[in-house]
C-alpha cells in the first residue's frame, strides 16, 4: 500500500510529540481515589449527568488517530477508515481477549462499532498487513479525565476530595502526584500544569 503508506519514502510513527519547551501533547491525564477501596464520586455540579461522549477511531494515513484515546463506561465509540486502502480495527483486552474485530475496506466508511461497556485498557491494532499500526483506549468508570493538547490538561467539575492525578503516555509511561481538593474550594474545574518530557 506505498501509494498511501509511505509514498515518500518512510513511514515514522509519531509516538511522542514534545514541543520545543519540553511539553508533552497526547499524554493522557486522569484523577483516581486516594483510597482504593473508594468509587470516584459523580460530578460536582447541578443538573442530570450527561451521555458519555462518543469516541472517533480514525484510520489516516496508515495511522491509528490519534494514537492514545479515553472514554467513559457507556460511551459509544466510533471507527472511521479515512484511507483509500483495507484496513480492519481489532480491539483486545487486557487478557489479549477480542472485544472487536471490524473489517473497513472503504475510504470514507463510518461505523458505530460497540458501546465501551467496562473500564480498563484496550489496545488497538490493524491486522490487514499494517503491523505498526496501534492505539491505545482507556475506558474510565468517571468523566474525570483530559487529553494533554500543547500540554495543557482541563478536567471540569471535581467534587473536593482526595485524588492521585495520574499522567499517562503509552511511551513515556505513568507519573502520578498526590492532589487534595478541600471543600471550600469552587468545584468548576481543576486545571494543571504542563505535562513535561
Given at each position: 500500500d506505498?501509494?498511501?503508506?509511505?509514498?515518500?519514502?518512510?513511514v515514522f510513527e509519531s509516538t511522542v510529540a514534545v514541543s520545543r519547551?519540553?511539553?508533552v501533547d497526547g499524554a493522557l491525564v486522569f484523577l483516581e481515589p486516594r483510597a482504593?477501596?473508594?468509587?470516584?464520586?459523580p460530578r460536582a455540579g447541578k443538573g442530570p449527568r450527561p451521555k458519555p461522549a462518543a469516541v472517533l477511531i480514525d484510520q489516516r494515513n496508515c495511522a491509528f488517530v490519534p494514537r492514545l484515546l479515553a472514554a467513559e463506561r457507556g460511551a459509544p465509540i466510533r471507527l472511521r477508515n479515512s484511507d483509500p486502502v483495507f484496513h480492519n480495527v481489532h480491539l483486545l483486552d487486557e487478557q489479549g481477549a477480542?472485544?472487536?474485530n471490524v473489517s473497513m475496506p472503504l475510504v470514507g466508511q463510518e461505523v458505530q462499532a460497540f458501546l465501551a461497556d467496562r473500564a480498563g485498557r484496550?489496545?488497538?491494532?490493524?491486522d490487514a498487513g499494517h503491523k505498526w499500526m496501534h492505539a491505545d483506549l482507556l475506558v474510565f468508570d468517571h468523566p474525570y479525565f483530559s487529553s494533554s493538547k500543547n500540554g495543557r490538561y482541563r478536567i471540569p467539575r471535581v467534587p473536593p476530595g482526595s485524588y492521585w492525578l495520574v499522567a499517562f503516555h503509552p511511551v513515556l509511561g505513568e507519573k502520578r502526584e498526590p492532589l487534595e481538593i478541600p471543600a471550600k474550594d469552587d468545584?468548576?474545574?481543576?486545571?494543571?500544569?504542563?505535562?513535561?518530557?
Open positions: 506505498r501509494h498511501v503508506c509511505g509514498q515518500g519514502g518512510m519547551d519540553s511539553l482504593p477501596a473508594l468509587s470516584m464520586p477480542t472485544v472487536a484496550f489496545s488497538v491494532r490493524c468545584p468548576t474545574f481543576y486545571q494543571g500544569g504542563y505535562l513535561r518530557e
